[in-house]
């Protein structure tokens, strides 16, 4: 079942957030498969981010690959990600 995430990470740059997403693109085995969209927003704080997974399956395999790249890069850790059930997704 889809699931929606919506995750604050406060003090993270753009360009902090762009450094993070080019070193998992390096990454074998793609980390980002059954991600379905992926919104990053610069906020007064830092940033906020909306995910559509397949899976919160798919979720949790990607957390357990970035969340060593983001310590490795000293980033801040964010408060806990927000996971609804998705009633229904579709793409124009």
């Not at 993070?20 to 980390?31: F, G, H, I, W």
């Not at 060593?68 to 124009?92: F, K």
Request: with cysteine; glycine share 6%; proline share 8%.
């Amino acid at each position: 079942m889809a699931i929606l995430v919506r995750a604050e990470m406060p003090g993270v740059t753009t360009a902090q957030y762009d450094e993070l997403n080019s070193k998992l693109q390096a990454l074998p085995d793609n980390p980002f498969r059954g991600c379905l969209s992926h919104v990053c927003v610069a906020t007064g704080s830092g940033l906020l981010i909306h995910d559509l997974w397949e899976s919160e399956q798919d979720m949790q395999r990607f957390m357990d690959r970035v969340m060593p790249v983001a310590e490795e890069m000293g980033l801040p850790q964010g408060s806990r990600p927000e996971v609804h059930q998705v009633h229904n997704y579709w793409t124009p």
